[in-house]
């Protein structure tokens, strides 16, 4: 029997758009919900989105604004974006 795989990528915190996926695929659909990465950061809900993916026990790769909280969460400066508007997201 095949297995069914949601691929889902740059989610950003668009957990909306997130919400929308799941309703129009119906995710329980899935037997493996990949996340290709970049879950949070510019959008205004990661702690929606993360809650989604873990509640959906997604597997993630790490993506490069990934990275970026980690660095933050460890108390490490960000070197980019330069533009403190940006670096607020």
Known sequence: MPTNI???????AN???LAAIDRLVN?????LILNGG?????????????????VHRA??????TDGKII?????EPLQKPRKPEKRIM
Not at 27 to 31: K, L, P, Q, Y
Not at 59 to 64: D, K, P, Q, V
């Open 27 to 31: 995710s329980a659909r899935f037997d």
């Open 38 to 54: 970049d879950s949070t950061v510019y959008g205004p809900f990661p702690n929606e989105t993360l809650d989604w993916l873990r």
């Open 6 to 12: 949601l691929l889902l990528s740059d989610i950003h």
């Open 71 to 75: 660095k933050l969460l460890r108390g």
């Open 15 to 17: 957990f909306p758009a």
């Open 59 to 64: 597997l993630s790769i790490l993506g490069n």
